[in-house]
């Protein structure tokens, strides 16, 4: 069929953000989610380990389509170099496989920008969350 390649991708996409909606279903049962899921107190929005866990972890915990993992410092030295605001605008944006927010387009900036944060500080960057 020549429909099968586009229908594969399709799957891939549908495979991931399954993982995503299990995920946030697991929290939800487990009653780990109160009220507004991850807000922290005096900020807007998810804190970004919070949107890590929901969005990016699908692709950047075992590495999805070649993804730099949480934590895998060689993978994450010469991004942290490219600065905060740069590696924000690459995330916000999306760049080859990574797509634009995660494929979450219901997540602000600052909260992309946290995640952001969250994973490059697990790879011993010094990034500083936003407001
Ligand atoms: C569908 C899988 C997927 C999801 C979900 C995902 N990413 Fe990615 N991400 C990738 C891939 C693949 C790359 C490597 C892109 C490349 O360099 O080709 C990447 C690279 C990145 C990079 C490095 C960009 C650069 O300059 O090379 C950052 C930062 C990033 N992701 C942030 C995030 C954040 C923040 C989230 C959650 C909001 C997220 N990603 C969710 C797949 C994903």
Known sequence: MIRE??????L??????GGVVGLQGALL???AQAQTPGEPPGQKGQSGQA???AVCAACHAAGVL???KLG???AWAPLIKEGQKALTRTAIKGIRQMP???GNAS???AEVERAVVHMANAAGGKFKDPR
């Open 29 to 31: 049962t487990a009653g």
């Open 66 to 68: 070649g993804a730099p």
């Open 72 to 74: 895998d410092v060689k």
């Open 100 to 102: 634009p927010k995660g």
């Open 51 to 53: 949107v890590y866990a």
């Open 12 to 17: 891939l996409m549908a495979v991931c953000l």
């Open 107 to 109: 997540l602000s900036n």
């Open 5 to 10: 390649r586009k229908f594969r991708a399709r």
